[in-house]
């Protein structure tokens, strides 16, 4: 497999927001976010195997945004299958699904995209082998477009919760860049300002990847949104001057009792904002609910390479060779912490979450049976 082909070709999405993943030319074009803000770079996937190496090297990262990546993933490596019946085709499109779905174990959408196109998948028996394929691409497309829906729902629910003259603090990019288009927290941020109130954002740098200071400013300031930078260890000081009104970040995914895991700092913000008396809350589409796990304590936090805290980002050494080092990328936010979550169908307490959204339950075991039902089948071959 060779290197991924990439082309400095910019496309708009909306008024300024680039287009973060999209099916160009037969491939999965996708932002390499790893070159923000320096660059402007695209990645061409023609094949499923780079799109999970960019999954994996975070040139695509929040969870929308690999869901979506995924999805496409799925649709591109079918399109190059050989198969004459059903059984073949099926085979290997399922086998493609598992190469991907090992890719990141933290971020729930990677793997509600995967079930879903292996239902598509199911539904499909019958079809012809270019009939298959094509419903597999145009699923993949209805995945990408349903996101940038909820995000502007989800946008228009929290944009309420935005005063003008506020002050509004997120963590890591849960903004364009982390979901097919227009962002979950920075959505919220963007409906806001696009209302006409005038707002300031305070974005944490976000280590060790710095997905604050290097995407969030720059998707920021690409809509010309008031944005500043502040290292992770400021926000507590800024609370206690009263220059913070309210927290937005994202989430990687929510469990059934209201238990949100993020971005690696968030836990730390939303206990800072608890002792200062300032509301906190987390925008999430239902695709990051994961109604099947009970708590927070369940899901599996991704453990990333040591060098992305011993080195700058891209950069030089910062720490000693040979030094112990804990990298989790995800910490898990206690649902008492959590001020609402904001979702595509209205603001909720986190406690009435498996509630309002009672019906995922029986349809995420339903697809995991059927994931479980299909590896039975595969290793019985």
Same mark, same amino acid.
């Given at each position: 497999m060779g290197p991924?082909?990439?082309?400095r070709e #910019?496309?708009? &999405? %909306?008024? =300024?927001?680039?287009?973060?993943?999209e099916?160009?030319?037969g491939?999965v074009r996708l @932002?390499d976010?790893?070159?923000?803000?320096?660059?402007i770079r695209f990645l061409?996937?023609?094949d499923?195997?780079?799109?999970?190496?960019?999954i994996r090297?975070? $040139?695509?990262r929040?969870? #929308?945004?690999i869901?979506v990546?995924?999805?496409?993933?799925?649709?591109?490596?079918a399109?190059?299958?050989?198969?004459n019946?059903y059984?073949s085709?099926?085979?290997?499109? +399922?086998?493609?699904?598992?190469?991907?779905?090992a890719?990141r174990?933290t971020?729930?959408?990677l793997?509600?995209?995967?079930?879903?196109m292996m239902?598509? @998948?199911?539904q499909?028996?019958g079809?012809?082998?270019?009939?298959?394929?094509?419903i597999?691409?145009d699923?993949?497309?209805?995945?990408?477009?349903?996101?940038i829906?909820?995000n502007?729902a989800? !946008?228009r629910?929290g944009?309420?919760l935005?005063?003008?003259g506020?002050?509004?603090?997120?963590h890591?990019?849960?903004? %364009?860049l982390?979901?097919a288009?227009y !962002?979950?927290? @920075? %959505?919220?941020?963007r409906?806001?300002?696009e209302?006409?109130? $005038?707002i300031r954002?305070?974005?944490?740098?976000?280590? #060790?990847?710095?997905?604050?200071?290097?995407l969030? *400013?720059?998707?920021?300031?690409q809509?010309?949104?008031?944005v500043t930078?502040?290292?992770?260890?400021?926000? !507590?000081?800024?609370m206690?001057?009263?220059k913070?009104?309210?927290?937005?970040?994202g989430?990687?995914?929510?469990? *059934?009792?209201?238990?949100?895991v993020?971005?690696i700092?968030?836990y730390?913000? *939303?206990?800072?904002?608890r002792?200062h008396g300032i509301?906190?809350y987390?925008?999430?589409?239902?695709?990051t609910?994961?109604l099947?796990?009970r708590?927070g304590?369940?899901?599996?936090?991704?453990?990333?390479?040591? =060098?992305?805290v011993?080195t &700058?980002y891209?950069?030089r050494?910062?720490a000693p060779?040979g030094?112990?080092?804990?990298?989790p990328?995800?910490?898990?936010?206690?649902?008492r912490?959590?001020?609402?979550i904001i979702t595509?169908r209205?603001v909720?307490?986190p406690s009435?979450?498996?509630q309002r959204?009672g019906?995922?339950?029986?349809?995420?075991?339903?697809? +995991?049976r059927?994931?479980?039902?299909s590896?039975r089948?595969r290793?019985s071959?």
């Amino acid at each position: 497999m060779g290197p991924i082909p990439s082309s400095r070709e #910019p496309r708009e &999405l %909306g008024r =300024s927001m680039i287009a973060t993943v999209e099916w160009k030319d037969g491939a999965v074009r996708l @932002l390499d976010q790893s070159l923000l803000p320096n660059e402007i770079r695209f990645l061409d996937c023609r094949d499923y195997g780079q799109v999970a190496t960019a999954i994996r090297e975070l $040139k695509v990262r929040g969870a #929308p945004a690999i869901g979506v990546t995924a999805a496409m993933g799925v649709a591109l490596g079918a399109q190059s299958i050989d198969a004459n019946d059903y059984e073949s085709l099926a085979k290997a499109v +399922r086998a493609i699904g598992d190469h991907l779905a090992a890719t990141r174990p933290t971020a729930v959408n990677l793997f509600w995209a995967i079930s879903r196109m292996m239902q598509t @998948l199911d539904q499909a028996r019958g079809k012809t082998v270019p009939e298959i394929k094509q419903i597999l691409l145009d699923e993949s497309q209805q995945i990408l477009e349903e996101d940038i829906a909820m995000n502007q729902a989800m !946008g228009r629910h929290g944009s309420v919760l935005i005063k003008s003259g506020q002050t509004v603090l997120t963590h890591c990019n849960a903004g %364009g860049l982390a979901t097919a288009g227009y !962002g979950t927290a @920075l %959505g919220v941020i963007r409906a806001a300002w696009e209302s006409g109130k $005038k707002i300031r954002v305070i974005a944490d740098e976000t280590r #060790p990847v710095l997905q604050g200071a290097r995407l969030t *400013a720059w998707e920021l300031m690409q809509d010309g949104i008031p944005v500043t930078v502040i290292t992770d260890s400021m926000a !507590g000081t800024l609370m206690r001057q009263g220059k913070i009104h309210l927290c937005i970040v994202g989430a990687d995914r929510i469990a *059934a009792n209201g238990d949100v895991v993020n971005k690696i700092g968030t836990y730390s913000v *939303a206990v800072l904002a608890r002792a200062h008396g300032i509301p906190f809350y987390v925008a999430a589409p239902h695709s990051t609910i994961d109604l099947a796990t009970r708590s927070g304590a369940d899901i599996p936090i991704e453990q990333r390479d040591p =060098s992305e805290v011993t080195t &700058l980002y891209q950069g030089r050494r910062i720490a000693p060779e040979g030094v112990d080092v804990l990298n989790p990328a995800f910490d898990m936010t206690p649902a008492r912490y959590i001020t609402g979550i904001i979702t595509e169908r209205g603001v909720f307490k986190p406690s009435s979450l498996a509630q309002r959204y009672g019906e995922l339950v029986g349809q995420r075991r339903r697809l +995991r049976r059927a994931s479980r039902g299909s590896d039975r089948k595969r290793r019985s071959r």
